[in-house]
Structures are given as structure tokens and as C-alpha cells.
């Protein structure tokens, strides 16, 4: 009797393989029919909210706070040289609004507006002036008092890092929000203009007064009534009429006022 043959290992191993490359090529040859695999998704990176800057506290502002900032992750932009709000300020802009209105025992806060040192120190100081008082404004016009707001310049004067580097400009141009005074009382008892130079924050009412005023100085004076020519004729006045006329008025008037100051 004959014993069976035994199988190559190398033989086995052939067989395995033939079996894998049929078995990979059955979706290759399906999908000519129908595929329905899901398409392709870039493996995503690493998720999450933006990590806030170094400076940004871990815990929000209490009364119990050792410092006067108030920190608010964002950042107030404007126009290159102006004092006009830029549309990505209002994230920052309706947080700040919010905390404003959430902490009625602030009774002032402190706007400070800083910038960076490439023009000279009156230019900046005077933007950073408008710079705050326009973040006031927008306050004010979102129904915050005007009696608790104060705006403040520093121009160059604190800068937070090297004006030779661009990344130290950006940060240098910002604006500061400082709580000023607390029940009435200034917090920390430190200065509520804390050194800086303050504009006078308007109402809303006030400040549009003054944009009607503007608006009427610039219009052009009213054209004087038409000129008519007399030609050469000489007309004669009567003394005593045009006498009797202006003393009659002095005395609907109240009477003619002294040329002297009366003797106490």
C-alpha cells in the first residue's frame, strides 16, 4: 500500500497566494457594475477651539480680581491710520457689550487706546484717542450710559512689544478695556484715567447735534435779496421823523439802555 505524498510547503504557500490576488481582483471587477464606496475623507488634523494667547487668563474678571483688565479674546481692528471700526471688530465688540451689561456694580469703565510708533508721538497720541472714543460710541449706541464709559490715548507711549518687528506692531496696536470704578469707588484705588490723556464721551443725542451743526456750517450762505439800483436820485431825510421813530421803538422795548454802567 501506498503512502499518500506529502504536500510542498512551498507549494502550499503558491496556492495562498494565487487565492489573495482572485479574492483582491472580485471588487476591481464589480465595481465595473456598481460601486458604492464611500468616497474619500482627508484624515482631519488636530481639532479644537484656537488656543487663546499667552496673556489671556484662565479664570474671567470678578470684583475679587487683583488687576483692572478686563480680558476678551479678539482683538478691536480698524482702517490703516483711521478711526474707523472694521467689520471682524464685532465679535469682540457684542462680547464686550455683553459684559458691560452683565456687571452693573462697574460703574466706569476704561477704554485705552494704544498704537504702534510708526508716525510721530502727536499723530499717534491723537489717533489713539479717536480710537478709543470710537469703541465708546459704539457702545453708547448700543445702549450703554455714557456716564460709565472713559476713553483714554496712550499713542506709542506702552508698547507690549518691539516696534522693529511686525509681529510687535500688531501688538502694540490694540485697545484695552480697564475696569475703572466699582460701586462709585475707584478699583484697587488706582487712577480711573490710569495716566493716559481722556476725551469727553457724548451722549448719542449730543453727538448728533453736533453732526446737524456740522452739516449746516457746510452749507454754502443764503444768496443776499436782489440789489436795485437808485441811479442818481438824492433823497432827502427827515431829522426829526427818523428821531421820533427810534424813540418811539426804545420805548416799546423797554426803554433806551444807559451808555454807562450805573453806580453801585
Not at 219 to 235: E, Q
Request: proline residues 10%; hydrophobic residues 35%; contains cysteine.
Amino acid at each position: 500500500m501506498l503512502s499518500p505524498k506529502k504536500r510542498s510547503p512551498r507549494r502550499n504557500v503558491g496556492k495562498a497566494a494565487a487565492a489573495a490576488v482572485a479574492l483582491a481582483a472580485l471588487p476591481a471587477a464589480a465595481a465595473g457594475c456598481y460601486d458604492n464606496s464611500l468616497p474619500q475623507v482627508a484624515v482631519p488634523g488636530p481639532g479644537g477651539p484656537k488656543a487663546p494667547p499667552p496673556w489671556f487668563p484662565e479664570q474671567p474678571w470678578t470684583e475679587k480680581s487683583a488687576e483692572t483688565r478686563i480680558y476678551i479674546e479678539g482683538k478691536v481692528v480698524f482702517d490703516t491710520n483711521k478711526a474707523i471700526l472694521r467689520p471682524e471688530s464685532e465679535p469682540y465688540l457684542k462680547k464686550m457689550l455683553a459684559f458691560v451689561q452683565d456687571h452693573q456694580e462697574i460703574t466706569r469703565i476704561r477704554i485705552e487706546g494704544h498704537t504702534d510708533s510708526r508716525a510721530s508721538e502727536d499723530h499717534n497720541q491723537v489717533l489713539s484717542g479717536k480710537r478709543a472714543m470710537a469703541v465708546a460710541d459704539w457702545l453708547v449706541d448700543n445702549g450703554v450710559d455714557y456716564a460709565r464709559l472713559i476713553a483714554v490715548g496712550f499713542g506709542e507711549s506702552r508698547p507690549l512689544g518691539p516696534n522693529e518687528l511686525v509681529e510687535g506692531r500688531d501688538d502694540n496696536r490694540r485697545v484695552e478695556v480697564h475696569v475703572a470704578e466699582v460701586r462709585g469707588r475707584p478699583f484697587l484705588g488706582k487712577d480711573p484715567y490710569n495716566g493716559g490723556i481722556a476725551l469727553v464721551v457724548k451722549s448719542k443725542e449730543e453727538r448728533e447735534k453736533e453732526k446737524e451743526a456740522e452739516r449746516l456750517a457746510r452749507l454754502p450762505p443764503p444768496k443776499p435779496p436782489p440789489y436795485k439800483k437808485t441811479g442818481d436820485v438824492v433823497v432827502d431825510v427827515n431829522v426829526t421823523e427818523l428821531q421820533a421813530k427810534l424813540q418811539k421803538k426804545q420805548e416799546q422795548d423797554g426803554g433806551a439802555l444807559p451808555s454807562t454802567p450805573p453806580k453801585k
